[in-house]
């Protein structure tokens, strides 16, 4: 293990006092022996130092069990103990790794650029955490797993240990290899200061408009819909890290701190019209266009240098990107998963989702929206931000951030969710010809506002309805097309 | 004709070389000066090639060769004693293509300098034509000749801007009807065009600083402020004053000459600004909402043709102009100028393989101004189409037909990151240049100095610590021969090793395999056959039985440096040297030989080099009455003659 010695590593840490130190009083009048949860925070290797903003508990899962409880070794493993007084040298903690993972997993959509889930916190004795190393490196590589295709860079965690005889705070990095093992964890210093008033904001608007071609390929190597968007989404994020930035107007050149107050906006330069997708001359059956506006924001610690915070940009762009993907793509699975309808196989093509079909020249037009961006005021005027379905209302929101993010219900106010994106219009248009410049993609009117905003159980109604809906007015302008030449030829044969 | 005319206009003539054509009657000129000079100032002159009366094809041309900043305001033609029916001949040629160039943006009314050359005399006369309709010209109150300040005039007060744009164009069309591909092409280079124009388009300036040090910061353009949107169609238009500050940055922001000590008097040491084109995604647009993905069938099957069109234009502009107009009338224009070119260009081949078009910049000698060029590079360089390319070009710039001016290798270097250039540099030679420059005189009195042409490398004895000391002296002078012929561009082959030069002997069948290696004297001959091997230069060789002989063939040895320009190899019954020139006086006979000796051990000091006689005039007989060419020993000279090429 002395190699990755040479890895930089985080020396000291520092949490946001104010919560920790209410969520220590919470921990310590709940009479709970133990609970597993997620460290929210960054990381930053250029200062050798990470910093914890908040602690959130993993609610208990689908069948109403504790994420994390005690062991008894020496009994009935299947048997948790229920108080601290039973709590001895032999009692050890079981976690639902998959659950603490899957949580992560959700949590990590809701974080902005520069805020992550850093790691996992314990609540437990100090004897049950020396007999769970295992248990606790196993909850850390779940966790990093989980959010690892959101944040591909990440190679260390925190695992912070709040014991409760005697009580203190202990904090130890984790370098994440393949395999796991206590001697991955390395203390660390640990102390409470003041760190989520001082992070600086940058704000980025991002607009993009691409017209991918999809080339015509044997049947063996179709891809559906969302396969397609995975692709594009890693070229995007290569494009994007080569990116040119400015900042308030100025490019980024040194490395410096960025000194002044106030949100600071970062605007995103590319190469004029050179298409790293384009290849040479194939064959095509149809264009995906995909473009739209993304409201991207990231959180930078005072002493990070400007570069920082464009690479969290950047990262936060993709991130999203990414999380509107997913959700799209567990939406799809929830849907296919209960219509079991068995042998009747017509109705089983009628109900595949728009992600699920397979692009080629027979697919008629189709439209995919994606989830759009709401940001949500979370502590000390930062936010967090979550996604909302064409037919989900700002009430899912909340409801969200109480169940994922603890929040309390008092501190949710509909009113305060910033509804930074606006609703997609779609394209009218009916083949790839009507839209290969964007010139003629400006030309075609857009429909505004045409996706409905249904209720939960009609959701994929709705979205028919808007490709539906979207060829209203082609049918309109045929139709008086037709009549005009009708007109025409009945004036001609009076004459 | 009285001098009716209240403003009896100056015609200023700052293009050392004003008649290209000879005294061909009939010749036509094109007289360019710039929007940015006082009126009627000629910069420089090209020839007229083709001339059909449309003459598109001249238009086409010149779109292409001649930098924006730069116009036709005159002609020139070749005629006879009644100058001024000639000059309106010219005149109206140039108004024809004033005309075609701006694409009817020509107004009847601009001032048109119109020049006539007595096909006789060879006296020029110069005109006015006020407009169109009069059929009179107005003579002109004075000629001005400025040529010897001509390059700090333009450079002075005037920086370049570049721009490369490297483009990856796609475009579709159904696959069933391969006709429609061209309609769709040239739809998709408009919607590059339109793109230009676009508020997202930001254009970055920022200096082209060939040295390190402190340099302003770049200067960010966007095209949100350029004010295209109100009116697309004119973007000669100055942009509408805003409160932004870069409206009224000029260019001198970014210009290091600015201060009085710089010495600039051509392209190459111009002030350079280098223009980026970026896309802003972080430009709002007010019809778009969050991300969606949609998919358009093709209905039927479409073909997808991605093609490659590299920008790289060089515009002209004087220094106070702010930098955003220069940007907007300057480089933009010559952007979709250039991209409309290429697109001529790669038309005809739009379905097969593609030409591969490199665009060139150079500063040819006696043009004051940088031109540009396209060459088509799918063959290289000395295909014979390309030979025809360069053959016409110099022809229209009235450059010497015998020698490469405008290859690749001549071109105008741009690039912004010079470091790796000068690394290569550094590790691929270390010799001297034209050690001669700067030595004593010959001390030959009244005497005309003749020398050779352009540069080369001073190669001696121990270089690359490679001990040849003692036989290597005629290797050496060869290498020095080879350099002047790398570095005048007739060739890419390396200077050749002691071991390479035995191994090209053996291979013609001149040695044994066994000179490979060995450390015997070559001569006259050899060198010459190497020079047929290598670079396929034939050469003249002289023999004098007695080195007495040497100085009464001076006469022949100066015409040889004026015509073919070359270092002559000295060989014979002793060593060898290299003559780089010759100073003579006809009345007296008294001469002098300017000799690079090849037997210098020491390092590359330049001093060391010329304190030591290592490169000097040598008297034939010195002050002390030695002889320098021995008595009674035979030579050799060999003369490489300079290939007629382009």
């Known amino acids: ?495 | 004709m009285a001098p009716h005319s209240c403003e009896a206009a100056t015609v200023r003539v700052l293009c050392p070389k004003l008649l290209l054509s000879g005294n061909q009657p009939g010749a036509l000129q094109w007289l360019i000066g710039s929007p940015f000079f006082p009126p009627f100032t000629v910069v420089s002159t090209f020839r007229c090639i083709h001339q059909s009366p449309d003459l598109d094809q001249e238009s086409d041309d010149l779109r292409k060769l001649l930098p924006k900043g730069f116009e036709v305001i005159g002609g020139l033609i070749v005629g006879d004693s009644d100058a001024e029916k000639s000059a309106l001949e010219a005149v109206r040629a140039a108004r024809r293509l004033r005309k075609i160039i701006s694409e009817g943006g020509e107004l009847d009314d601009e001032k048109i300098v119109g020049a006539s050359v007595d096909a006789g005399t060879g006296a020029i006369h110069f005109f006015i034509s006020k407009t169109e309709k009069l059929a009179k010209l107005e003579p002109v109150a004075s000629v001005v000749y400025e040529e010897d300040k001509s390059g700090k005039y333009l450079w002075e007060n005037g920086c370049l801007l570049h721009c490369e744009l490297p483009i990856k164009l796609p475009f579709y069309f159904p696959a069933s009807s391969p006709s429609e591909s061209k309609k769709m092409f040239s739809e998709a280079v408009d919607a590059v065009i339109t793109q230009f124009k676009e508020p997202n388009v930001v254009y970055i300036a920022e200096t082209l600083n060939k040295a390190s040090g402190d340099v302003p910061k770049p200067v960010v353009l966007r095209g949100k402020d350029f004010g295209f949107g109100a009116d697309a169609s004119n973007i000669n238009r100055l942009p509408a004053a805003e409160d932004q500050v870069s409206d009224i940055i000029s260019c001198s922001h970014l210009c290091l000459n600015s201060k009085p000590a710089a010495v600039v008097n051509s392209a190459e040491n111009a002030d350079k600004i280098q223009i980026s084109l970026m896309l802003n995604r972080s430009e709002k647009s007010p019809t778009s909402g969050a991300p969606v993905a949609e998919y358009f069938p093709a209905m039927e099957e479409a073909r997808l043709i991605v093609v490659d069109l590299n920008l790289d234009v060089l515009t002209y502009a004087p220094k106070e102009l702010p930098l955003m107009h220069a940007v907007s009338n300057l480089v933009i224009p010559a952007l979709v100028d250039q991209l409309y070119s290429l697109t001529k260009i790669i038309l005809p081949h739009l379905l097969m393989e593609h030409p591969q078009l490199r665009i060139y910049h150079f500063n040819p000698p006696g043009v004051l101004h940088p031109i540009t060029t396209i060459y088509e590079l799918n063959y290289g360089e000395t295909e014979m189409k390309q030979v025809d390319v360069r053959k016409s070009l110099h022809m229209r710039l009235g450059l010497p037909l015998d020698r490469p001016l405008l290859r690749t290798a001549n071109a105008l270097d741009l690039s912004v990151n010079d470091d790796s250039r000068s690394n290569t540099k550094k590790r691929g030679s270390i010799q001297l240049k034209e050690v001669h420059i700067g030595i004593p005189s010959s001390g030959v009195s009244e005497g005309v100095a003749s020398v050779i042409q352009g540069s080369y490398e001073y190669y001696h004895y121990l270089q690359d610590s490679f001990d040849d000391s003692g036989w290597g002296c005629a290797y050496r002078s060869l290498q020095t021969i080879i350099s002047w012929f790398r570095l005048q561009h007739y060739t890419s082959v390396s200077v050749p090793s002691h071991r390479e030069i035995q191994q090209t002997l053996v291979e013609i069948g001149d040695k044994d395999p066994s000179f490979v290696g060995s450390r015997e004297w070559i001569g006259a001959i050899e060198l010459s056959f190497v020079l047929d091997k290598l670079l396929g230069v034939s050469c003249k060789i002289m023999n004098f039985r007695s080195g007495s002989e040497l100085p009464e063939k001076c006469r022949e040895l100066a015409l040889h440096f004026e015509t073919q320009g070359t270092p002559i190899m000295i060989g014979g019954g002793v060593l060898a040297y290299t003559l780089l020139g010759v100073d003579y006086d006809e009345g007296s006979g008294d001469c002098a030989f300017l000799i690079l000796d090849p037997h210098y051990t020491g390092g590359e000091d330049h001093k060391k080099i010329v304190n030591g006689g290592w490169c000097g005039w040598k008297k034939a007989i010195d002050s002390k009455g030695k002889s320098f060419f021995l008595h009674n020993k035979f030579y050799n000279l060999l003369l490489p003659q300079r290939p007629n090429m382009v």
């Open chain 1, 1 to 495: 293990m002395e190699i990755f010695l040479h890895q930089t590593m985080v020396k000291a840490v520092v949490g946001e006092e104010a919560r920790l130190t209410s969520a220590e009083d919470r921990l310590s009048r709940s009479a709970i022996p133990a609970e597993v949860g997620l460290v929210i925070g960054k990381l930053s290797s250029v200062l050798d130092r990470g910093f914890v903003f908040d602690l959130i508990p993993t609610p208990s899962n689908d069948a109403g069990e504790p994420a994390c409880s005690v062991l008894e070794t020496r009994d009935d493993k299947k048997k948790p103990s229920k108080s601290k007084s039973q709590s001895s040298e032999s009692s050890s903690l079981s976690i639902d790794s998959d659950w603490v993972a899957e949580h992560a997993r959700q949590v990590s959509r809701m974080l902005l650029g520069g805020v992550k889930v850093v790691g996992i916190y314990v609540w437990a004795s100090d004897s049950a955490f020396k007999n769970s190393t295992m248990i606790l490196c196993q909850a850390i590589k779940a966790v990093s797993d989980a959010i690892r295709h959101l944040d591909p860079a990440l190679d260390e965690a925190l695992l912070i240990h709040i014991c409760y005889s005697p009580r203190r705070w202990n904090c130890r990095t984790c370098l994440l290899n393949s395999s796991i093992t206590s001697s991955s964890l390395r203390p660390c210093d640990f102390k409470l200061g003041r760190v989520l008033s001082s992070l600086q904001r940058f704000k980025c608007n991002y607009s993009f408009n691409f017209r991918l071609p999809i080339y015509s390929k044997g049947e063996s190597s179709r891809q559906t819909f969302t396969e397609i968007l995975r692709q594009e989404l890693a070229v995007h994020e290569k494009e994007l890290k080569s990116a040119n930035a400015m900042i308030d107007g100025y490019l980024v050149h040194n490395d410096e701190p960025c000194n002044t107050e106030g949100e600071h906006e970062i605007e995103l330069l590319f190469p004029f019209m050179k298409d790293i997708r384009a290849e040479a001359t194939k064959n095509v059956t149809g264009i995906l266009h995909f473009g739209g506006s993304i409201y991207s924001y990231a959180y930078l610690n005072v002493k990070e240098p400007v570069s920082r915070a464009v690479a969290d940009i950047k990262a936060d762009i993709t991130r999203s990107l990414q999380s509107r993907l997913d959700i799209i793509c567990d939406e799809a699975e929830q849907d296919l998963n209960p219509t079991d309808v068995g042998d009747d196989e017509e109705a089983e093509i009628l109900t595949i989702p728009i992600s699920k079909s397979i692009l080629n020249s027979s697919t008629k037009a189709c439209h995919l929206p994606l989830p759009r961006r709401v940001l949500v005021p979370w502590l000390a005027g930062t936010h967090i931000c979550d996604y909302l379905q064409p037919f989900e209302s700002l009430e899912v929101v909340k409801e969200r951030c109480m169940e994922l993010m603890s929040m309390e219900h008092s501190s949710l106010d509909t009113s305060k969710i910033s509804e930074v994106e606006t609703e997609t219009s779609l394209m009218v248009a009916e083949s790839m010809w009507d839209v290969i410049t964007p010139a003629s993609s400006a030309a075609s009117c857009r429909l505004e506002g045409n996706v409905e905003r249904t209720s939960r159980e009609d959701g994929n109604k709705g979205m028919d309805n808007a490709s539906y809906a979207s060829n209203v007015p082609m049918m309109v302008a045929i139709f008086v097309l037709l009549l005009s030449v009708i007109l025409g030829f009945m004036l001609y044969r009076k004459d």
